[in-house]
């Protein structure tokens, strides 16, 4: 791991046990092998669709799923390694913001004492100025401290969120897992909660792994992005390398499908199809997952996987194919 680097994720394998299918133990392959650095003060973003296995991602950097294989290190210290006590001790390091602020609050527990929990169970700070460190947040997520008193079903859904953040950012962590933390809001709410996670990021230099489905949330906040597919990472870059440049089939068709589906001076709006349904995550195929529904592929694809592999410094793509393809939609290729 690089100096400047805080997480440190290695071959991380995630499977959910199935049941049995012929004498044989069946399992989901929700995680399947991705490694990536995120240094410190930045953003690193891990897009999909549903089902790609992002949001399983963060919860196994969390340790709030079981690791199957795989290192987590944060700043050095063997997270997936920990247990029990000691897990708990490196807990202040790293907290989570979760995607639907609805959900993650206790309806029964005023919004001063939903921080203050997150200081009183993991140790954090002198006892007596716990309730002063709860007005400190709340005002630093633009909530007046007198909201304290407040219980969530008194709070819009913007307002959730930020209180989301302030108990997440109490006990002053290193790095925070969000979690799709803006899909559950309006877009005009969607974008003061960026800005206010940009701001924090800066005043507080904390580093974000960053879990979403949106495009253009990840483009307006991420300093680097992995694209992942059923259980693996299939193009890995600095975020205007992605955007600017994207050589994987399967990132062209989630812009794709971000495009405008307004036609542009008279024409039809550019698209890119691609054919069928993910394969199972519990028999995944041999070769590339993407193939059975790239217009692209070829036998090889279908037999042997692509390796993850550096095409530019920094920019990783797994295809076999990465180097010759031409990105057959138009506004990308402008873009580009």
């Known amino acids: 791991m690089s100096a400047d680097s805080l997480l440190r994720v290695r071959d991380l394998a995630v499977h959910f046990p199935a049941g049995h299918r012929n004498g044989r133990r069946l399992f989901v392959h929700a995680v399947d092998g991705v490694s990536f650095d995120v240094k410190r003060g930045t953003t690193f973003g891990i897009v999909g669709e549903s089902g790609s296995g992002k949001s399983t991602t963060a919860q196994a950097v969390m340790r709030l799923v079981e690791i199957t294989a795989g290192e987590i290190e944060l700043g050095g210290v063997p997270l997936s390694k920990l247990k029990d006590e000691a897990l708990r001790s490196e807990r202040s390091r790293f907290q989570?913001?979760?995607?639907?602020?609805?959900?993650s609050l206790d309806p029964r527990r005023r919004a001063g004492a939903a921080v203050r929990q997150t200081l009183d169970l993991l140790g954090v700070g002198d006892l007596k100025r716990?309730?002063?460190?709860?007005?400190?947040?709340?005002?630093?997520?633009?909530l007046h401290p007198s909201a304290a008193r407040l219980y969530p079903h008194q709070f819009s859904g913007g307002q959730r969120q930020r209180l989301c953040i302030a108990r997440a950012l109490?006990?002053?962590?290193e790095l925070v897992v969000c979690d799709e933390p803006v899909s559950a809001l309006d877009v005009a709410i969607q974008a003061q909660i960026l800005n206010l996670l940009r701001r924090l990021q800066r005043e507080q230099f904390l580093t974000y792994?960053?879990?979403?489905?949106?495009l253009a949330v990840v483009q307006n906040i991420c300093d680097e992005v992995a694209v992942m597919y059923l259980g693996e990472f299939v193009e890995k870059a600095p975020t205007d390398a992605?955007?600017?440049?994207?050589?994987?089939?399967?990132t062209w068709s989630l812009m794709a499908a971000a495009l405008s589906p307004e036609p542009r001076e008279g024409r039809r709006p550019d698209r890119f199809i691609v054919a069928g349904e993910p394969p199972s995550p519990i028999d995944p195929p041999a070769g590339c997952r993407f193939s059975g529904r790239c217009p692209f592929a070829t036998e090889r694809c279908h037999r042997e996987k692509p390796a993850l592999r550096e095409l530019a410094p920094g920019h990783q793509?797994?295809?076999?194919?990465a180097e010759t393809l031409d990105c057959p939609i138009p506004a990308l290729r402008q873009a580009a």
């Open 96 to 103: 989570m913001i979760f995607q639907d602020p609805f959900s």
């Open 242 to 250: 992605i955007f600017g440049g994207a050589r994987h089939p399967y």
């Open 170 to 173: 109490a006990s002053q962590p």
């Open 130 to 142: 716990r309730d002063e460190t709860v007005a400190e947040m709340l005002t630093a997520v633009g």
């Open 209 to 214: 792994l960053f879990i979403s489905h949106d």
């Open 317 to 321: 793509v797994a295809c076999h194919y």
